[in-house]
């Protein structure tokens, strides 16, 4: 597979700003981000850009999946009804509330 012109789409704002503008040489994750600068160099094209996790429900759905798997990998040979359902919710745009937590002090 040949792929020129790339787009990544990350709900991580720090991650973001760490490969677009961020020195990252005295970050924890300097050495990491240092390597996803240079496999980008390879193509191109690329579009770096952030979006919230209710903008791509896939990528959170299978995020939180990951944690209850022990076994640190898991291989999805089929999506599940929920993906898949969250796959296509997520191509037609359809737009969902975001949820915050409130603490209360007193």
């Known amino acids: 597979m040949q792929i020129s012109n ?6 991580s704002a720090v991650l973001i700003n760490l490969l677009q503008n961020y020195d990252s040489e005295y970050h924890p994750l300097g050495t990491i981000v ?3 600068r240079s496999m980008l160099q390879h193509f191109a094209s690329v579009h770096v850009k ?10 959170d759905l299978l995020a939180k ?7 640190g990998i898991c291989y999805l040979y089929e999506p599940s009804a ?5 796959l296509l919710d997520d191509i037609v745009g359809v737009a969902r509330c ?6 209360s002090t007193g």
């Open 6 to 11: 790339l787009e990544v789409e990350s709900g």
């Open 34 to 36: 240092t390597n996803c």
């Open 50 to 59: 952030h979006v919230h996790r209710e903008r791509n429900m896939v990528a």
């Open 65 to 71: 999946n990951s944690t209850l798997n022990a076994q």
């Open 82 to 86: 929920i993906v898949t359902e969250a």
């Open 98 to 103: 975001r949820s915050f937590r409130t603490s």
